[in-house]
């Protein structure tokens, strides 16, 4: 049986702006027909890959195979499968109406053009009465970016790509994106691709998260992050001095401008100290927040050790055991060895 193709692989991806690499992805494929939920700071490089699975640019280097095909963008190929939602909506000035039919009228499909500009409204929770005749500068900001959903959805695209869709909306219209973007998903198998800030949303949507820091991908999701200063005490040994008087203990030497990453893996969880073995290092903290990963139903908990947060994954079974909760006083324990440096 022959294996069908992903709807992305990227392949030995580098991409700069002028002399300053922005993004380098060794090897990432996403499944057809998945939610992948993009999670890093501004400046991370999540814009920029959105860009490059629009095909509406090229990487500096590398390539892109779209359905183990490489594409090139603007392909004539991809052009009308793949279409990017941008994090500030741009609308033609023109009513709500042409807005939203303006897709369909280039590609010449009038058929029932009102019925599913209706239709496609109704998705995002505007009624057509009252919308579809409005002028492009009448809506509030949540109602121009659901404009701009719609204006998307009704192409039917294989692939939708949200940039920081929910960041200058209400409660209500996040939870109308989110439902919209599900129905494409599962009315006619649309590949999606969200960069987030809004964790919560995020994890609720999405199949599976990738976290991007410098333009390094983690596959694993959000992955611990711990930035320097850091202060060279030997050879081998580096620390970092928390502002509560903590000190992590790094066992690898790398430049004070390094990050070091933590994965999630590596650190335990417990309610108290234990004694002896000065390689681990053994923080006290509180757990903030705690946030279902919806296929696996482990939780994503993020701990606060006063100015440093920590995520864990963590089994229904190390919570229960633990009787763990928002607020919780816990200690995180790992070794000093195991630290990577980007």
């Not at 579809?132 to 692939?159: C, D, F, T, Y």
């Not at 964790?199 to 976290?211: F, H, P, V």
């Not at 994954?313 to 440096?341: A, M």
């Amino acid at each position: 049986m022959t294996k069908k193709n992903p709807a992305y692989h990227l392949k030995d991806i580098q991409h700069y702006y002028g002399n300053t690499k922005v993004l380098d992805i060794n090897d990432l494929k996403i499944v057809k027909g998945s939610i992948t939920g993009l999670i890093g700071p501004n400046g991370s490089g999540k814009s920029t890959l959105l860009k490059l699975l629009a095909f509406a640019r090229k990487p500096t280097r590398g390539h892109i195979f779209y359905k183990g095909r490489l594409e090139l963008p603007f392909s004539p190929t991809v052009r009308s499968k793949v279409t990017l939602l941008t994090q500030k909506p741009y609308l033609l000035k023109r009513t709500i109406f042409e807005n939203i039919a303006y897709g369909l009228k280039i590609r010449k499909d009038k058929k029932h053009l009102e019925g599913r500009v209706k239709k496609v409204l109704s998705t995002v929770g505007l009624d057509y009465q009252k919308f579809a005749h409005r002028k492009w500068h009448e809506l509030s900001g949540g109602e121009a970016q659901r404009v701009a959903m719609a204006a998307r959805l009704i192409l039917k695209p294989e692939v939708l790509l949200l940039d920081e869709p929910i960041a200058s909306v209400d409660t209500e219209s996040a939870e109308l994106i989110r439902k919209a973007s599900l129905k494409a998903r599962d009315n006619w198998g649309a590949t999606l691709v969200i960069a987030s800030h809004d964790l919560q949303w995020l994890y609720s949507i999405s199949d599976k998260q990738l976290s991007i820091f410098k333009g390094n991908i983690f596959s694993t999701g959000m992955e611990n992050i711990i930035t320097g200063p850091f202060v060279k005490t030997d050879k081998k040994t580096l620390i970092k001095k928390l502002d509560d008087g903590q000190i992590i203990t790094l066992k690898t030497p790398a430049p004070k401008t390094c990050t070091a990453i933590i994965r999630k893996k590596n650190i335990s969880i417990d309610l108290e100290k234990q004694p002896g073995n000065s390689s681990l290092n053994q923080l006290s903290g509180h757990i903030v927040s705690m946030l279902l990963e919806k296929q696996t139903e482990y939780i994503m908990a993020t701990i606060s050790i006063h100015d440093l947060s920590l995520i864990l994954r963590l089994s229904p079974d190390q919570i229960s055991c633990l009787d763990l909760y928002p607020g919780k006083k816990v200690v995180l324990t790992f070794s000093s060895n195991n630290v990577e440096w980007i």
